[in-house]
Every structure is written in C-alpha cells, then in structure tokens.
C-alpha cells in the first residue's frame, strides 16, 4: 500500500457509490450532516438514477472549511458499495487517494490501483453474523460502514449519536440498534486499521447557518409570499417542491380555531390543468402558483401566453433538469431558459427570478408574488435539481414582519363607487402596469370580460391594428418597468484592474466562485458578475461594455443565457465567450478554471501573435 | 361581439325582481352568432333563470373555453365578470377560480368540440373533483366556427351537411358526467326553454358539480336530415322524464303542470326540487339506474332529456379540502404570512 501523498484537514471529496433502493441515502445523510456539527461546512449532492431501485446511485461530499459549496471536480475518498460501477468508481479516485470497501470477498490485485491506498472492511460478514433478518444486513450495512468512516476520518462518535438520537426521538429501540452498528464499523476500524491522512477537525465554520434543499426553501417562500393555491403534477425534480408546501402549510396555515386550511392544494390531472388553476386563482385575486420542470413548461406555454395576453398574475417554479424531452429528469441543468423567457406563440417575454442557492430560493420564493401582482403576469422561478433536491448550507431564512404583501394595481370597491373611469388595459400612469378588479368587487362596475383576444384598453374586443399595436407596445413598457424590480445583479471585482470579466447565475455560483479564486491564483483576474433576474438590469450591459471578454457560465448546450444577453441588449456576440457544462452533473469549479484558463491563454497567444 | 353595445335604457314599465334588476339588467351584449342559432336560446335562458333567481349579477362569475358556444358569455350577464379563457381548459381555470374565491357562483359555458374533444380530461376531473359550479354544454355535434366538422359527440352514423357519414362513436357526456361522479346531471333541448330555465336554475344553486348537456342545433352546419342534433330530429326523439320547478325557500314558483306524480328533492341550501314526472318508473336519486335507463333509451334511438340524477347530500371540492369559511383571495398578511418568530424555529430545526 503505497504512502498517502498529502495529509488534508476538513477539505476532501468523498464519494459514495451506492445501490439505488439500498437505504444508503440516509446514513450518507448522517455522514454529511455529522461534519456539519463539528461546524465544518459541506456540500452534499446526490447523483440518482431515474428508478425507484437497483441502478447506481452516487452522494458526494464536499469536506471543506473555507466554505465551497460548489462541487470541486475529483474525488479523495472513494466508499465504493456497488460491484456494478467499481471500475468506473476507481478510476476517479486521484492520485493519493482513497477506496473504502466491502472487503467481505477476496478482490484480485489487478481490481485496484497502485497510486491509491486501499482500505477494506468486511461489511457484508460483519453484518452477516450479526442479523438475520435480510433487510436488517443491508440496512444496518450502511449504518456500520458510517462508523468505520467515522474512525477513519476523525469524525466524533458522540455528535454522530447526537443526530441519531434527534432523527429517531422517541424511538429508543431504533436508536439503540443504530449506536450498535456505529460501534461495530467504529471498533473494527480502531483494532484493525489506521486512522487516514484525510481528517475532520472541529471547527467553528458553520456559524447560524442552516441545512436544506431548495426546493423546501421555495415552497416555504410561497408560504410567506401569500401564496394561497397550489395546483401541481408529479415531476422530478419539482415534486418535494409541492409537497413541501403542503406540509408547511398544514403547520402554519391551519386556522387555530377551526383547524381550517388558508390554503387549497390540488394535485391536479396534468401540468395543463395545473397551470389553469393557477391562472383561474390568479384572475380571482388570489396568489397561486405551480411547480414543475422542463417537459411542464412545454405542456404550460399557451396558458402562460394567456396569462402574458390577458396579464393574469402567476408563479411557475420551474426546477430544470436535463432536457430536452424526458432528458435525463433526474439530473441538473440550466436548459429551460429561453423555453420560460419567451414560452408561447407569438410576441412573449416573461420575467425570470435566478436563485443561487436555497436562502435566494426562500426570498425569491415569496418576492414572486409580489411581482406577479404588480406586474399582473407569470413570474418564472428558476431552480433546478442541484439547488432544489439537494441540501446547501445556507443563510438563515430572515422575514421582515413589517413587510406587507404587495397586490399590485386593484381597483377597489371605493374607487369605482367614487367615479374613477376604469380600463382593464389602460397605462394610466405611463408604466404599462394598468389595474384591474377582482370578479364580486362592485355591483355595476368594475365588471370585464377576460380574453386572451385582441381587445382595446377598456377590454372590448377589437381586432383594429392600431389597437393592437398600441396594447403590445404597453406590453413592453410593462417588462421595461419590470427591470426595476428584479432583484439586482452581484458584481464581484477582481483584485486588479481587468478587462475580462464573467457572467453567471444560479446553481453555478458556489463552483464559478471558487473558480475565480483559482484562477486569480494564476494571476488571472477576471471581474464577475451574477446575473438574478429576468429582464436584465442596466448594469449588466454596462458590465459588458466596460470589458473586451466576458465568459458566460451556464450549464446546458446552447448557451441560452448569452442568447438572452444578445437578444435583449443587442450586445456583440464575439464579445460574449461562451462556458458551456452541460452532462448532467452539477459544473465543477475545476471545469470552470479549466475551461477560462484555456479560453485566456488561447486568447494571449492569439494577441502575442497579432 | 363587446364593440356592439345594446342601449342602456330600458322601458320604465319593466318588471324587477327583489333586487330592483329587469330581466334586460341580466342581458350582455349583441350575438353575433348565426340567427337562430340555438346557443342563443341557451343565453335567454341563462339570463332568465338568473333573473328569476335574483342573484346580483356581479356574483356570477362566467368562465368558457374556445368556440361558437364560448363566445356566448358575452351575451349574458354583462355586469358579470368573464373569462374566455383558452381551448378545451376552462375547467381547470374555472376551478382555481372556484378555489379562490368560494363566494362567487360560478358558470361555465362549453360546447361539444371545446368538453368532448381537446377538453374532455379536463371536463372529467372537473366533475370528479366535485368543483362547485354549473357547467353547460351547448351541444350540436359540430364544429361551427370552422364550418362544419364532426365533434366527438356527432352519433355514429349521422350525416354532415355535406353527406359524409360519421364512423366515429360518439361521446356522451351525460353518462360520462353521470360515471365520473358529477352530483347534478341534466339534459335539455335548447329549444324547450320551459325545461331547460328551471334546469339552469337548479344547476346554478346546486352545491357542487352540476352538468346541463344542452343539444343545441346548429342552423348552419347541422340542422339537415341526417343530422341527429337537428331541431327535428330531437323533437321527434326526445323522451322528457321529468319537468322541474325550482322552489326557493325565499320565493316560492307556482307549479302549472297539471297533477301527477311529483317527486320533491330538497337540496341542502333549503331550496326545493319539484319534479314533474314523466316517466313513471323513472328515480332522480339514483346514479346507477340513470345510467342504466338513458343508456336502455339511447340504444332505441330516443334522447332523454330532464333532470336525470341529483344528488340532494352532495358536497364540493372546497368541503373536501376543507378551506377556511372566508374566501381565499380575502385572507390577508394577518392570516397568510407566519412571521419572523416561526421562522426563527424553522431555522433551528434546520440546523
């Protein structure tokens, strides 16, 4: 077994290779979630198969104090549990590195590698010997192997027990058998091996942050944002979205009194009529919304072009995954861009929010609905698998109870009572944004009839041209005023001054973020910027216009947000450098770094030259 | 179409109703359908029922997909709030308007093409959901609006205006309405105003889903021989099993037909059903004997027409969910938005 090259503390990759169905996401869980109480920040991902049991499932966790909550790229410790993908898995071991596995059965030399050390536990006897019942073996397999990682790394036994004890409070006997099996992988490792190089040190790195998936941050946003329907379709990566909703409104919108809901959820029969109930609901003046994922948006764009054309308020979350048809649904991409900015026929553009992380999923979870209200259209936001299935270290959730819930331009009862000359589509105060009433408001006025035809300010049909023109124009004005509202983009400056800079946004941040440390590292500076809404704030093109080069970051094939970019702000393509990841997996910071120092070194031959 | 407005005065001699509104008050505007279109009896009857009702109009809210009957909701009710909304989808939209606001009473305006085709799945979890609404199917087994292509309920066998025969079975969503749960199933001819105005009626005050297949012939495209939606055709098969007065607790109607056997079916807002019946054996309470005898009439070629099934306990989507008394849209930070404090212990739990 050859020496471990480098010792590391608190910044190593560890990779579990498991079997889909095996009960192994919940001790990985426990693995990630017990280096997070020893306050040394992680980044977990799950990479899954789209079955219920039996294809390869993968868990990545990123060990590292200074606080990456991209995926680095490579892996430092390989717990290789599935005979399927062995080779696949050992080969991405680096060099130095580490495999942990099943040493119950005799492997043949030519079934490891020489640059690798190599640590076996016999799992499968251990827990042969101990249970009888199969599924106990497998499960508490998984548990044992947990134990022994804890001795390996340094990870303390009590704060794992600690967790344990929380998970299963109540359940003294489900708690006991656990620490029973920690123990058995722990004392095997104590008396039989050496402790690794790759070691957990207790830190204080973790602060008040907090642990959860996007999605559940979403739908508690929508919670806060007032949303008060939910109509949804069963689609990965979106389900836990709903679903989460749904429990958080059993806690916190039960009427305390009558036990009655605030809210109506319905699982409805597909993404048409999910997006109908969601465009009824908003019509009739309350905050709805759905969930969904690419192959959704499809089903969805006639009634979004209703909603952009009639301007009835709505929220989609759309959680990408890989496209386009049924893709790969359960791992991640950015690839719904331009099918969200400009869903349906004819002349359309629908804001978008971008979300980087869990704690922006929560705000602009709830800031949606403002939006929609005052701009009376849908509002896209932007998830996708990596944020949204998987659990980030975030920012806690913060609330401002002084903060009210804006409805945007409603005319009210008093105001029609009052004379004020009513236009369902009318621009009366030059910002495109005209009011609207909610059906019931007044006996005799107020009253309109809802189209998705052409129709003149005061809502009566017309197919006139000029009135036509006129309406869409308004359209435009409308989005212009939106661009004030989105939230704002993050510049990040370089420690010099540069005229390369990048543009980035969503689930890419953490990884493009430690990218740029690299890449300043080798002296190469670039400004970033990331981009958080949809239609784009001025700064964005100014941002361009003030470098020669900018690298634009996003994870699917046809660079859709530098489409956008061009689109809207007619900006000069050739400026625009594409950075495209695209294979399903979340990008890697050394992608990134990889990719920009290649693009700029190709770029100073081609400037040396000239 | 809105651009042609009707004069907004009326005669001062007008009747009112309890609210002060004369039937012309419940009008909207000019049809611009084809004349004597069936739809548009369909509309005088709408605007009749609510008017002997009195419901203030801006309490309806009317909601319609795609076609010539789609159009019509803008020829009734114009202090009403509308929505034509897009192909085939107006039951999911008529639901999360429902779903918004439970106070409203809710009408959804369809036909055979916009229900039985591109719309059928939305028209069946609409009444399996029991969404509390009355929703009408103006029915004349073609397309009208594109001039004359069978619909998914033209019969197997009838014969367009140009002699093509259909080859297709034909839906009938009376027995779907009747299968999929639907607690108030009718089916009337628009050209038998007595029936069909206390149908509406009842459809309208009826607390969950409520289903009027309406046969409405088309005058252009389906009124030849051949056709079995034409005016002669249905008048020569229909089979009335019932006549219905509607009898509100607050305005008692006079019955006029003539003695015989009634059947009283009080619905659970006081409201009481009285059913004139026609057909001897015939029980409105009783879902799997309506199946039964309107499919035993259909394989004789007979259309049965009346209140076919209602069921007097019957409950609706938002009893199912169980939603607070006030409507959802009225609900305000107060009682929607939890707080820094609960989200203090959200954080905790998640850490």
């Known amino acids: 077994m050859p020496e471990q090259v480098k010792p590391r503390v608190n910044d190593f990759v560890v990779k579990f290779a498991n079997v889909n169905g095996s009960g192994s996401a919940s001790a990985n869980g426990l693995f990630a979630r017990s280096i997070l109480r020893m306050g040394v920040p992680v980044a977990a991902r799950n990479i899954f198969p789209s079955n219920i049991q039996g294809l390869p499932t993968w868990y990545e966790v990123r060990v590292t104090e200074a606080g990456h909550l991209g995926r680095r790229g490579g892996v430092d410790l390989m717990v290789a549990m599935n005979p399927q993908t062995w080779d696949k898995d050992l080969a991405e071991i680096e060099t130095g590195g580490v495999l942990f596995y099943d040493s119950t059965k005799p492997m043949p030399a030519s079934k490891f590698r020489d640059d690798i050390t190599v640590v076996g536990v016999p799992l499968t006897a251990m827990c042969n010997e101990r249970y009888q019942v199969p599924r106990e073996r497998q499960l508490f397999k998984n548990v044992v192997y947990v134990g022994a990682l804890a001795a390996l790394l340094g990870i303390e036994t009590a704060t794992i027990q600690q967790l344990i004890s929380e998970d299963f409070a109540g359940r003294q006997r489900l708690i006991d058998a656990n620490f029973e099996a920690l123990k058995m992988g722990h004392d095997y490792v104590t008396q039989n091996l050496e402790p690794l190089k790759l070691q957990v040190r207790r830190a204080d790195r973790v602060g008040d942050r907090i642990y959860v998936e996007g999605n559940a941050a979403a739908a508690l946003g929508a919670v806060y944002g007032g949303a008060t329907v939910c109509a949804w379709y069963p689609i990965t990566p979106s389900t836990s979205l709903a679903e989460a909703f749904t429990g958080y409104c059993a806690d916190l919108r039960t009427d305390p009194e009558t036990g009655q809901a605030r809210y109506a959820i319905v699982q409805a029969e597909d993404e048409i009529a999910s997006i109908g109930i969601v465009v009824g609901a908003g019509w009739n003046g309350a905050r709805a919304f759905t969930a969904t994922s690419g192959p959704g948006i499809s089903l969805m764009t006639e009634f979004i072009g209703l909603s952009y054309f009639a301007e009835i308020p709505a929220v989609i979350f759309d959680v990408q995954r890989g496209g386009p048809s049924t893709g790969m649904p359960t791992r991640t991409q950015q690839a719904d861009l331009l099918a969200a900015a400009y869903a349906s026929h004819g002349d359309t553009k629908h804001p978008m929010l971008l979300p980087a992380d869990p704690g922006e999923c929560f705000e602009m979870g709830a800031l949606a609905f403002d939006l929609a209200d005052r701009l009376q259209t849908t509002i896209f936001v932007m998830l996708d698998l990596d944020i949204g299935m998987n659990e980030w270290l975030t920012a806690p959730f913060a609330w401002d109870d002084a903060r009210k819930l804006d409805r945007g331009k409603v005319m009210t009862y008093e105001e029609l009572e009052a004379g004020r000359d009513f236009g369902r589509y009318l621009d009366v105060d030059g910002d495109g944004i005209p009011y609207r009433t909610y059906p019931g408001v007044h006996p005799t006025k107020g009253a309109y009839f809802t189209r998705g035809t052409s129709r003149n300010p005061y809502a009566r049909y017309s197919e006139e041209g000029s009135v036509y023109v006129d309406n869409m124009e308004r359209l435009l004005r409308k989005f212009d005023s939106a661009k004030a509202l989105m939230p704002a983009p993050i510049v990040r400056k370089a420690k010099r001054k540069t005229r390369d800079g990048a543009i980035y946004f969503g689930s890419s941040t953490g990884a493009m973020h430690e990218a740029l440390e690299a890449l300043e590292g080798q002296g190469r500076h670039l400004d970033a910027l990331r981009v958080r809404g949809f239609p784009f704030a001025g700064e964005v093109f100014e941002f361009i216009a003030a470098h020669d080069r900018v690298f634009v970051v996003e994870q699917n094939r046809d660079a859709q947000l530098r489409t956008l970019i061009v689109t809207e702000g007619e900006v000069d393509p050739a400026k625009l450098v594409p950075v495209l990841h695209y294979d399903g997996t979340p990008i890697t910071a050394r992608f990134i770094a990889g990719e920009i120092a290649t693009l700029m070194a190709v770029g100073s031959v081609i400037e040396a030259a000239e | ?351």
């Open chain 2, 1 to 351: 179409m809105t651009y042609i407005t009707k004069p907004q005065l009326h005669h001062p001699g007008l009747a009112k109703n309890a609210l002060g509104f004369t039937r012309r008050d419940y009008e909207g505007s000019v049809s611009t359908l084809c004349a004597g279109c069936g739809h548009d009896s369909i509309s005088a009857a709408i605007i009749q029922a609510v008017y002997e009702l009195e419901l203030p109009p801006h309490k309806i809210a009317k909601l319609s997909g795609i076609g010539c009957s789609s159009k019509t909701p803008d020829y009734f009710l114009g202090a009403s709030h509308g929505f034509n909304t897009v192909h085939g989808r107006m039951p999911s939209v008529l639901t999360g308007a429902n779903l918004a606001n439970k106070d409203l009473i809710y009408l959804g305006v369809s036909g055979d093409g916009d229900s039985a085709s591109i719309g059928l799945g939305q028209f069946a979890h609409a009444m399996r959901r029991g969404v509390n609404m009355l929703y009408i199917v103006e029915n004349n087994g073609v397309y009208g609006l594109t001039k004359g292509q069978f619909s998914a309920t033209s019969d197997k066998g009838s014969k367009s205006k140009r002699g093509v025969v259909n080859h297709d079975a034909g839906i009938d969503l009376v027995g779907m309405a009747l299968q999929l749960g639907a607690t108030f199933v009718a089916r009337s001819f628009s050209g038998d105003k007595d029936q069909l105005t206390p149908l509406i009626k009842a459809g309208l005050m009826h607390k969950g889903a409520a289903f009027i297949d309406c046969i409405s012939p088309c005058v252009q495209f389906n009124n030849h021989d051949g056709s079995t939606k034409s005016f002669d055709y249905v008048r020569e098969h229909n089979e009335a099993v019932n006549r219905l007065d509607v009898i509100s607790p607050r305005a008692p109607i006079r019955v006029d037909y003539a003695p015989g056997e009634t059947v009283r079916v009080q619905q659970h807002d006081g409201q009481v059903l009285s059913l004139h019946k026609l057909a001897e054996l015939y029980n409105p309470n009783n879902r799997a004997q309506a199946l039964g005898y309107l499919q035993a009439r259909q394989a004789r070629g007979q259309v049965v027409t009346g209140l076919l099934y209602v069921d007097p306990q019957s409950g609706d989507l938002h009893d199912a969910l169980d939603t607070v008394a006030t409507p959802l849209n009225e609900l305000g930070e107060a009682e929607l938005v939890p707080g820094a404090a609960a989200l203090a212990k959200i954080n905790a739990g998640l850490r």
